[in-house]
C-alpha cells in the first residue's frame, strides 16, 4: 500500500514538473515575442483635465483601438505595423477628428511616431519598465490634460480595456526592472500561496520531489553501474 502511494506520488510530481516547465518555455516565449524591442505603445493625450476633456480622450481611445484592431488583423512584425501606421496616417488621424466632432468640439488632432519616455505600467499579464519606447503619440488640442497609454502593437490595448481585478495572468508593477526587461507573473499561484490549502499544496509538492529524488538518484546509480 506504501509503494502504491509512493509511486502514485511520484508519477503526480513528475506530471506537474513537466507542466511546470512548459509553462516555463510559454513565459520565456512570451518574454521574447513583447520585448520592449518588439512593441509599438499608443500614447494619448487630453486637451486637457476637465472632465469633458477626459471623458473625450477615452472616446478617442476607443475609436483609434478599433481602427488599430482592423488594421493590425493577421499582421506579425512590427515593422509591418510601423508601415500601416504610415500608410494610414490620415486615416487614424481624421478617425479621431471625427469623433471628436461628433462629441461637439473643435480640437485638432496631432498625431506623432517616434521614441518617447514611459513610465513602469502593467498590460494583461506582462509589466514594462520605465524608458524609452517607439510610439504612437495622439495629442488632442493644446494636450495638456493627463495622458492615457497602452501597448498598441502587439495588441495589447484591447485586452487592456478589458482586463478585470480577477484576471488570471495579471503583473504588478516592478520596480527592480531594468530597461528592457519584461517580467511576466500568473495571480492564479500567487494567491493559492496565501491560502492554507495552497500552503498544504505545497508541502505535498515539495515531498513528492523529494521522494521522487530518493528513487530516482538510486536508480540512475545502478544504470550508471551496470553500463560499466
Not at 496631432?110 to 504612437?136: C, H, I, M, V, W
Request: charged content about 25%; proline content about 3%.
Amino acid at each position: 500500500m506504501v509503494c502504491k502511494v509512493t509511486r502514485t506520488r511520484i508519477i503526480i510530481a513528475c506530471i506537474i514538473l513537466s507542466l511546470g516547465l512548459s509553462l516555463g518555455f510559454l513565459s520565456k516565449r512570451t518574454q521574447e515575442a513583447f520585448d520592449s524591442s518588439n512593441l509599438i505603445r499608443l500614447h494619448i493625450l487630453a486637451n486637457s483635465n476637465s472632465p469633458a476633456d477626459q471623458d473625450l480622450k477615452l472616446i478617442v481611445r476607443n475609436k483609434i483601438l478599433a481602427a488599430a484592431n482592423s488594421l493590425f488583423s493577421g499582421v506579425l512584425e512590427k515593422e509591418q505595423a510601423i508601415r500601416l501606421i504610415n500608410d494610414n496616417w490620415d486615416f487614424i488621424r481624421n478617425t479621431a477628428r471625427e469623433v471628436i466632432e461628433q462629441s461637439g468640439y473643435d480640437y485638432d488632432v496631432k498625431l506623432e511616431l517616434g521614441d518617447f519616455t514611459f513610465p513602469d505600467r502593467s498590460y494583461a499579464g506582462l509589466t514594462l519598465p520605465a524608458g524609452n519606447y517607439q510610439a504612437l503619440r495622439v495629442v488632442i488640442g493644446e494636450g495638456k490634460g493627463d495622458n492615457w497609454w497602452c501597448v498598441l502593437f502587439p495588441p495589447l490595448c484591447f485586452a487592456d480595456l478589458e482586463e478585470e481585478p480577477e484576471e488570471d495572468a495579471v503583473v504588478k508593477l516592478a520596480t527592480h526592472l531594468e530597461e528592457g526587461d519584461i517580467e511576466i507573473r500568473w495571480k492564479f499561484w500567487e494567491r493559492l500561496g496565501e491560502t492554507e490549502y495552497g500552503q498544504s499544496l505545497q508541502e505535498w509538492w515539495r515531498a513528492s520531489l523529494n521522494i521522487a529524488k530518493s528513487y530516482a538518484l538510486p536508480m540512475l546509480v545502478t544504470e550508471e553501474e551496470s553500463n560499466q
